[in-house]
């Protein structure tokens, strides 16, 4: 509803409302990066547990896995990492055009896997999402929430 009070002049420069802008309101899926990534190094540390270099090699990579987040909202991607200083990578949902499902044998055995996904946007075309639980499960959520996204924001994808 315009304010009566403008005159016609600087009532049409003013920027109609955007419809198709949704405030983030909720969080669909959070999970961190499984420890089963590390797999490998925390067996060498075990093996050579007498040198402290092994170890401390092990304890960055528990640390550094342990603080990498992702996060699925209803409007984008998020992952979060860094110990110390934190890093965000946000990818739109309506920019990601495709999924992939894979996983290690370590990954499969412990029920994880990992969802790389492509995207057209400009600083993270491939995003991996390693070592999380249910990583079919995950990628169909994704790929429910990419398509509401774009009916949501009026996008459609062409491929030429």
């Known amino acids: 509803m315009l304010d009566k009070s403008l005159s016609p002049l600087q009532s049409a420069a003013m920027p109609a409302p955007d419809m198709r802008h949704q405030p983030e309101a909720r ?33 960055y990579r528990y640390l550094r896995t342990a603080h990498h987040v992702y996060t699925l909202t209803d409007q984008r991607l998020l992952e979060q990492s860094g110990i ?25 055995l412990f029920g994880r896997g990992r969802v790389v996904l492509q995207s057209t946007d400009t600083t993270c075309p491939r995003l991996l999402i390693n070592a999380v639980p249910d990583a079919v499960g995950l990628s169909q959520l994704i790929r429910d929430a990419v398509e509401a996204c774009r009916t949501t924001k009026g996008v459609r994808a062409f491929d030429y």
């Open 27 to 59: 969080v669909l899926w959070s999970a961190s990066e499984g420890q089963v990534a590390n797999a490998g190094v925390f067996m060498l540390a075990l093996l050579l547990c007498w040198l402290v270099l092994p170890v401390l090699y092990a304890l």
């Open 84 to 108: 110390i200083v934190k890093h965000v990578e946000s990818v739109e949902l309506y920019r990601i055009k495709d999924l992939t499902v894979s996983s290690t044998l370590a990954q499969t």
